[in-house]
């Protein structure tokens, strides 16, 4: 039973990490997520070449990453005590076990992640090897995730006279307008860290948003600093995704021509679909209320489901939701399909999504049909929602015949001409409703994106149960 150390790392298990370490990971064991974000800020030939050899050194082949910051473990080994290896490197034998963190690869021997909070480090004074007692027991898979990295190819242009500072953009040019500033990436220190939300909180901004780093691991700094001498309104919400999450409030020092006497200050979850659904949840409505919104909460529609579908916490399920002749109750009504597979990493989930379906807590199966809340997170006017009986009657009976023909082909159905008229009566007024729906819709989202963003209040989250 030996600690495994990166010196002793066999070489050839060595360079095959590397391909990865170089590619995506830095030694400690976290995904580059700088590696993403700086693609945007490309510009000139030797730019161009300095991504290209990145991205060259990254071969499609498959990672298993890790879904919680933990220890790994060879889960046959079951609870007990461990000696600790590695930040994700190396290769790890039976009873011993390595430190990682969400996003990090697995290292090669384990085959399970056991969360942090289900151990404990046992503090024997002995430096050169920590140790650590499991206290649960696991099995193959848990809190591993495998994932296949396709080598990017990547071209950023960016053109036009009109382009201002990348760093701070104005939304919605107009009379009213919602300024973001935008400070670029800042590493994982937590020195750095202080010095950049304590210059942001003097220059007396109205919130702040963070994403990542508000976990469990060892360099989660984000949470800490955010919870340190601020009023804490939450740190986690019983919800998924996005259960890490938390919210302060910073008093400020009053300064002459300041007009904000407090910040609020939202700690997103770093994986990019929590990072989303909470942002549309909890700062979308904070910047309409602030705005002087009457009513500045999400627009919820009710949708029947149109597969069975299964939850452990409460959770926001991405959906795509339509409008239906037949909603499946015999009624019109939307209809709502998962996006599949909601991994809280698999931004696919989100982006084809339009709503968020609200459903409770229970491991029980909510059967198809059922009807949910969905809250809309896009604009209606510009996806395909609308789904009638008239647009398929129109399409099938008109579709490259003349109206005489079209009209045989009707009655060839057996339909009388005055039957199929009030078809269409019912259809028009279905297609009337949905319009209506859809200009609400419609002036939502415009005035989402006319926020003026002066924040003050906060209590539109009595809804959530906070942990
Ligand atoms: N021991 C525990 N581990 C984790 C818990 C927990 O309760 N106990 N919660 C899990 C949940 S749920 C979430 S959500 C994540 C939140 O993690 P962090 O906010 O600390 O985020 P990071 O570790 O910094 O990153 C997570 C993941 O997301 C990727 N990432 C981060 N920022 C970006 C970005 N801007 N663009 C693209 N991808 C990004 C990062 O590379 C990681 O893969 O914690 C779980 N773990
Ligand atoms: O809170 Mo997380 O990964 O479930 O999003």
Same mark, same amino acid.
């Given at each position: 039973?030996?600690?495994?150390?990166?010196?002793?790392? &066999? /070489?050839?298990?060595?360079?095959?990490?590397?391909? !990865?370490?170089?590619?995506?990971?830095?030694?400690? +064991?976290?995904?580059?997520?700088?590696?993403? !974000?700086?693609?945007?800020?490309?510009?000139?030939?030797?730019?161009?070449?300095?991504?290209?050899?990145?991205?060259?050194?990254? /071969?499609?082949?498959?990672?298993?990453?890790?879904?919680?910051?933990?220890?790994?473990?060879?889960?046959?080994?079951?609870?007990?005590?461990?000696?600790? +290896?590695?930040?994700?490197? $190396?290769?790890?034998?039976?009873?011993?076990?390595?430190?990682?963190?969400?996003?990090?690869?697995?290292?090669?021997?384990? &085959?399970?992640?056991?969360?942090?909070?289900?151990?404990?480090?046992?503090? &024997?004074?002995?430096?050169?090897?920590?140790?650590?007692?499991? #206290?649960?027991?696991?099995?193959? $898979?848990?809190?591993?995730?495998?994932?296949?990295?396709?080598?990017?190819?990547?071209?950023?242009?960016?053109?036009?006279?009109?382009?201002?500072?990348?760093?701070?953009?104005?939304?919605?040019?107009?009379?009213?307008?919602?300024?973001?500033?935008?400070?670029?990436?800042?590493?994982?220190?937590?020195?750095?860290? /202080?010095?950049?939300?304590?210059?942001?909180?003097?220059?007396?901004?109205?919130?702040?948003?963070?994403? $990542?780093?508000?976990?469990?691991?060892?360099?989660?700094?984000?949470?800490?600093?955010?919870?340190?001498?601020?009023?804490?309104?939450?740190?986690?919400?019983?919800?998924?995704?996005?259960?890490? #999450?938390?919210?302060?409030?910073?008093?400020?020092?009053?300064?002459?021509?300041?007009?904000?006497?407090?910040?609020?200050?939202?700690?997103?979850?770093?994986?990019?679909?929590?990072?989303?659904?909470?942002?549309?949840?909890?700062?979308?409505?904070?910047?309409?209320?602030?705005?002087? !919104?009457?009513?500045?909460?999400? #627009?919820?529609?009710?949708?029947?489901?149109?597969?069975?579908?299964?939850?452990?916490?409460?959770?926001?399920?991405?959906?795509?939701?339509?409008?239906?002749?037949?909603?499946?109750?015999?009624?019109?009504?939307?209809?709502?399909?998962?996006?599949?597979?909601?991994?809280?990493?698999?931004?696919?989930?989100?982006?084809?999504?339009?709503?968020?379906? /609200?459903?409770?807590?229970?491991?029980?199966?909510?059967?198809?049909?059922?009807?949910?809340?969905?809250?809309?997170?896009?604009?209606?006017?510009?996806?395909?929602?609308?789904?009638?009986?008239?647009?398929?009657?129109?399409?099938?009976?008109?579709?490259?015949?003349?109206?005489?023909?079209?009209?045989?082909?009707?009655?060839?159905? $057996?339909?009388?001409?005055?039957?199929?008229?009030?078809?269409?009566?019912? &259809?028009?007024?279905?297609?009337?409703?949905?319009?209506?729906?859809?200009?609400?819709?419609?002036?939502?989202?415009?005035?989402?994106?006319?926020?003026?963003?002066?924040?003050?209040? !906060?209590?539109?989250?009595? +809804?959530?149960?906070?942990?």
């Amino acid at each position: 039973m030996c600690c495994t150390n990166a010196n002793e790392v &066999d /070489e050839e298990n060595r360079r095959r990490h590397q391909r !990865w370490t170089r590619a995506h990971v830095p030694a400690r +064991g976290t995904v580059d997520r700088s590696f993403r !974000w700086r693609v945007g800020l490309i510009r000139g030939d030797s730019d161009c070449r300095k991504l290209r050899n990145t991205m060259i050194s990254a /071969e499609e082949a498959p990672l298993q990453t890790v879904l919680r910051d933990g220890y790994a473990v060879v889960a046959s080994d079951g609870s007990g005590e461990s000696r600790a +290896g590695n930040d994700g490197v $190396g290769v790890i034998v039976t009873r011993t076990v390595a430190y990682v963190t969400t996003g990090g690869p697995i290292p090669d021997g384990v &085959d399970a992640v056991v969360q942090v909070e289900d151990t404990e480090e046992i503090k &024997d004074g002995n430096v050169n090897f920590r140790r650590v007692r499991i #206290l649960a027991r696991t099995s193959k $898979g848990v809190d591993i995730r495998s994932v296949v990295y396709r080598t990017p190819t990547i071209v950023v242009l960016s053109t036009g006279d009109e382009l201002v500072h990348p760093t701070v953009q104005c939304l919605n040019r107009g009379q009213q307008q919602c300024k973001v500033i935008d400070l670029g990436i800042a590493r994982d220190d937590e020195e750095e860290l /202080e010095k950049i939300l304590d210059n942001a909180f003097s220059a007396g901004i109205d919130i702040l948003i963070t994403s $990542g780093g508000v976990s469990m691991g060892d360099k989660d700094f984000v949470k800490p600093l955010l919870e340190e001498r601020r009023t804490v309104h939450f740190s986690k919400v019983c919800m998924k995704p996005g259960k890490p #999450l938390p919210f302060s409030e910073i008093s400020l020092k009053p300064v002459e021509n300041m007009m904000v006497n407090k910040t609020l200050a939202f700690g997103l979850p770093g994986n990019p679909v929590s990072c989303l659904v909470c942002f549309h949840l909890f700062i979308v409505p904070t910047i309409c209320h602030l705005s002087g !919104w009457e009513n500045p909460h999400l #627009l919820r529609v009710q949708a029947r489901l149109f597969q069975p579908l299964k939850t452990v916490r409460p959770e926001f399920h991405r959906a795509i939701i339509r409008w239906k002749s037949n909603d499946g109750s015999g009624n019109p009504g939307f209809v709502a399909e998962s996006t599949s597979h909601q991994m809280s990493g698999r931004l696919l989930s989100m982006k084809s999504a339009n709503a968020l379906l /609200e459903l409770p807590a229970g491991g029980s199966l909510i059967s198809a049909g059922t009807s949910v809340s969905a809250i809309t997170i896009s604009d209606f006017s510009s996806t395909g929602v609308i789904e009638t009986g008239l647009g398929s009657v129109l399409a099938s009976t008109m579709k490259g015949s003349t109206t005489k023909e079209a009209i045989e082909n009707i009655l060839s159905k $057996g339909t009388t001409l005055k039957e199929y008229m009030k078809g269409v009566e019912n &259809d028009l007024c279905q297609v009337e409703d949905y319009i209506k729906e859809s200009d609400n819709l419609v002036s939502l989202h415009d005035q989402i994106r006319n926020g003026d963003a002066t924040v003050t209040r !906060w209590r539109l989250f009595g +809804g959530f149960q906070v942990c």
